[in-house]
């Protein structure tokens, strides 16, 4: 069996190296800015290179509103998209991404086959896991010259800790850490937020801070509204505040404590207008090699395990990635595992509920 | 067995029975859970299905469809109920240490049921007993030592709380304080290795998580000891009042007019129709028990409500044949009471409080207490799931009150009550209820002079000469007893003239005391009160007919057997 697969690997890398003459565009939507720029040195242009074939890339905020009307009206722009696994299963379950068969991805280098090399729950129907990211707590270590924040409680602790605050202007997150600071247990937090109790207490939790809150949408603004000043702590992902902190010399502490790990998927739309392409793009982009490549570019960490073994440095740094990846042993203690599924068949509720919320005065 | 061989052998059977009875309480949570999220009892997969009618329908219909089958299943069991801890004690208490299998069995099976589709009842409950079967299967295997059965079903209840709660000492003492109720280098040494071996199991096997998990918190004013007591004063009447509640269903389930199968089906149905209204109520509630111990979970008045549903409904699930404990729920009410205490010290107070999470824990324990009758246990449970004395401290100020209150005004706990009525009184210790399970049957004896109503007087006194005896039994045709003749009788008819030609029967005395077959040790020892003779006559009670005399001397080497039996297990002898 695994020598069979491996074969195949062979083979189809002997097909992958001799570049054909190819005029296909492949058009991928992904996040932009540190991120985009690191899956653009591991994926994007060492596949350009092998295959010739040349890729456009779109930039979204999340979601499959867009996805759903290109499906729906029939006029499918997009080969890829980028989707964080909730929007992945609810995408797929909606019928918008074809299915994707995960034994022709490739084993690892030594041969462990896909499915035993990726991590539990990073391949769903529909889609293939490349990183895992966090959404963190992170401030700018020169606004408290005192004492520290130390812990998802201090976001809600203006007295202590005064000054404007950036969040996502999304229920993800937020939700989460208005329980944790209650002092609930992290098993018990999806459970407690199905409770109209529990939704009414985040909500209240949050009521304390809402004027001191500046909402960001674009992944990219969380560090530059801590390094512009505007904000003294803000949410974000984690990738993003490792990225400016070395590139703008800046003092961004990151709190580890009730990170909320996430990870992102390739998904393929339904009507996608090259979908062997994208297979192949997937089947390239997720390999132990590419996804290793990744780590040495932006601080995610990858989702398969041989990958994760071959993480070493941030290439441009210099500096030891790995106590900067949200897998990173001591992280993991205090960690938010995202609840996919629940947010898969939830999420339009809860934002519903929490577009009322912004509403309320 | 030499000293060596019977340490091994103690430890051996202790751990097995240890990690057996863990693996059933992982086993039994798991699937519950599964069949909660399946069910769509619990919330998350509640909030995940959706709102609208086909939930509502599904609301309803599950806890009343599960009754449904735990009610026929009770038609299979012997005791026509489902078993529960009351049986684990009994057993340990008349040191039979025996629990029938397949009862046993069914009532773990219909737990399961019952917790799975949302019953309001408690888990803990079933854990121990199903604890206590193993250990109590693996004892009743012929192995040369004494009551191993006993050692066996403290084992396995030990095993069983240690696992649930991350908390084996509490374990350990819960299996002497609520099961064996006495002290024994015997039982402690291997109830402590089964309670280590199921922690053991439950953190670094299976890596579960402690069922209740409660945050340090610390005392912020010492006069708040005060409240502390009214806790457990006000906990214990809760407690009373949820017991009887469930007394109460129990009873009145007896007299509808319905057939007893259907009795869980209807209590599902209801429990579903307030679960429209009141959704937080169904299943054990670890979201309701959660929310306690968060400041501001709760408008004021919708503790008043929750506290009096949970006491209702589980009262109606117990009472009307679902299976399950009233440890969850006496903790969950406990919770809730404690939290609500917490805000009405709010209203007089104007100096800060401490945590509302200490009032429910305080709440929790003064409520739970009285109801297991396990002051150590709850105390413990407490201070290992958080390691604070300041915590510790405040339950046990509670759970003292709680107790005293409880005890003076209904009794030990719940299981005693209910095994009185079942005709077990346990109030006056271990050695009354094993004289009263020891039958006077085995010490009947068939030495005695026996004779027929029309045999005359003279042949009466011909055989007690020819037998050396003072008294003699007459039994009418069909061996039905008619009265005794005494030599002193004879005497007195010898003095009176020739009397000796009279048939027994007009001369016998029925006398005052005479024993049947179902009498215990413990009666006919307080019987005998007064009593003069040689020996008592023993009628079958079915029939009346005489079924042998018992002799004083074998009654008090009776008792004497019983009390020796009882102080060789406490002191290690055998």
Redesign the interface.
């Known amino acids: 069996m695994r020598r069979a697969s491996q074969t195949t690997y062979a083979l189809l890398a002997y097909l992958v190296l001799i570049p054909p003459a190819d005029a296909t565009t492949l058009t991928i939507v992904s996040w932009g800015g540190a991120y985009e720029a690191s899956q653009n040195e591991a994926y994007f242009k060492p596949f350009t290179s092998k295959t010739g074939t040349s890729i456009k890339t779109l930039t979204y905020n999340g979601g499959i509103d867009q996805l759903r009307k290109q499906v729906e009206s029939n006029n499918v722009e997009w080969d890829l998209i980028d989707l964080v696994v909730a929007d992945n299963i609810e995408a797929c379950e909606s019928g918008l991404l074809q299915a994707i068969d995960h034994t022709l991805l490739p084993p690892s280098p030594d041969g462990i086959p896909a499915s035993e090399d990726f991590l539990p729950d990073t391949l769903t129907p529909c889609g293939v896991g490349q990183v895992v990211s966090a959404t963190v707590l992170a401030f700018n270590d020169a606004a408290f010259p005192g004492t520290k924040p130390s812990s998802i409680r201090d976001l809600f602790n203006t007295q202590q800790f005064p000054g404007k605050r950036g969040l996502q202007k999304k229920p993800i997150a937020v939700l989460e850490w208005a329980l944790l600071s209650?002092?609930?247990?992290i098993?018990?937090i999806?459970?407690?937020l199905?409770?109209e109790?529990?939704l009414r207490?985040a909500f209240?939790k949050l009521d304390q801070i809402k004027p001191h809150i500046i909402w960001w949408e674009n992944g990219d603004e969380p560090a530059q509204l801590l390094a512009d000043k505007k904000v003294v702590m803000s949410s974000g992902y984690n990738g993003r505040f490792f990225s400016t902190a070395i590139n703008q010399q800046l003092p961004i502490e990151i709190i580890w404590q009730g990170q909320l790990l996430n990870y992102s998927t390739w998904g393929i739309p339904v009507g996608a207008p090259n979908p062997l392409k994208a297979k192949e793009f997937i089947h390239f982009a997720t390999d132990t090699q590419r996804l290793a490549d990744q780590a040495s570019h932006i601080a995610y960490g990858p989702v398969r395990r041989s990958s994760a073994r071959q993480v070493r440095k941030h290439l441009a740094s210099g500096t030891d990635i790995r106590p900067h990846l949200p897998t990173y042993e001591p992280h993991l203690k205090y960690a938010i595992k995202k609840?996919h599924?629940?947010y898969a068949?939830?999420q339009s509720?809860i934002n519903n509920r929490f577009t009322q919320w912004l509403a309320e005065p | 067995m030499n000293l060596f061989t019977r340490l091994t052998f103690l430890a051996v059977f202790a751990a097995v029975t240890g990690a057996l009875a863990s693996l059933a309480a992982i086993g039994f949570i798991s699937l519950v859970g599964y069949l909660n999220n399946l069910l769509l009892i619990s919330s998350r997969s509640r909030l995940m299905f959706g709102d609208g009618i086909l939930l509502s329908v599904v609301t309803v219909a599950v806890p009343a469809l599960g009754g449904l089958f735990v009610g026929l299943l009770w038609t299979q069991v012997k005791e026509q109920r489902p078993l529960g801890p009351a049986d684990a004690i009994l057993s340990a208490q008349t040191m039979s240490g025996k629990l029938p299998v397949k009862s046993t069995l069914l009532a773990s099976i219909g737990s399961v049921v019952s917790l799975g589709c949302g019953a309001s009842v408690g888990q803990y409950g079933p854990l121990v007993l199903m604890g206590s079967a193993i250990g109590s299967l693996l004892g009743s295997h012929k192995t040369g030592a004494k009551n191993m059965g006993v050692v066996g079903i403290g084992c396995g209840a030990a095993a069983a709380i240690a696992t649930a709660f991350n908390a084996p000492i509490a374990g350990l003492v819960f299996a002497h304080e609520v099961i064996l109720r006495h002290y024994s280098i015997r039982a402690f040494a291997p109830v402590t290795v089964a309670a280590t071996v199921g922690y053991v199991m439950a953190n670094f096997v299976f890596h579960q998580q402690p069922l209740f998990h409660i945050n340090p918190v610390a005392l912020q004013h010492p006069l708040e000891y005060l409240g502390f007591v009214v806790i457990g004063v006000t906990g214990a009447l809760i407690a009373i009042a949820f017991m009887n509640a469930v007394l109460f269903s129990a009873k009145t389930a007896t007299k509808l007019p319905i057939p007893a199968y259907c009795r869980p089906m209807l209590a599902g149905a209801i429990l579903g129709l307030v679960a429209l209204w009141q959704p937080e109520i169904l299943g054990i509630g670890s979201e309701l028990l959660r929310f306690s111990t968060i400041e501001g979970a709760f408008v004021s008045y919708e503790l008043t409500i929750l506290i009096t549903l949970k006491i209702l409904l589980t009262a109606l699930c117990i009472g009307f044949g679902f299976a399950g404990g009233v440890f969850s729920p006496a903790l969950l009410i406990g919770a809730m009471f404690g939290a609500f205490f917490g805000g009405v010290l709010d209203l007089f107070l104007d100096a800060s409080r401490s945590a509302i999470s200490l009032y429910a824990v305080c709440g929790m324990v003064a409520v739970t207490s009285p109801v297991i009758g396990a002051p150590l246990t709850t105390i413990l449970i407490v201070f290992e799931l958080t390691r604070n004395y300041d915590l510790a401290l405040a339950c046990m100020v509670s759970v003292v009150f709680a107790n005293l209150v409880g005890y003076r005004l209904f009794g030990r706990s719940l299981f005693d009550v209910q095994l009185a009525a079942r005709g077990t009184d346990l109030s006056m210790g271990r050695d009354k209820a094993i004289l009263d399970h020891i039958s006077l049957t085995q010490y009947v004896s068939q030495t005695y002079s026996r004779l027929n109503a029309k045999d005359t007087v003279q042949a009466v006194m011909n055989e007690l000469v020819a037998s050396d005896r003072t008294e003699a039994y007459i039994v009418g045709e069909n061996g039905e007893y008619i009265g005794t003749i005494t030599s002193i009788d004879i005497i007195k008819l010898t003095h009176l003239g020739s009397l000796q030609n009279l048939p027994a029967s007009d001369v016998a005395r029925h006398e005052a005391l005479v024993m049947d077959t179902n009498t215990s040790i413990w009666q006919a020892m307080h019987q005998l009160e007064g009593f003069s003779g040689e020996s008592i006559p023993v009628i079958d009670r079915a029939n009346y007919k005489l079924a042998g005399v018992v002799y004083e001397a074998a009654l008090v080497k009776a008792y004497l057997d019983a009390e020796q039996s009882v102080r060789e297990e406490e002191h290690a002898t055998s």
């Open positions: 209650y002092g609930v247990p098993k018990d999806y459970a407690l199905s409770t109790r529990g207490l209240a609840d599924q629940w068949r939830t509720r």
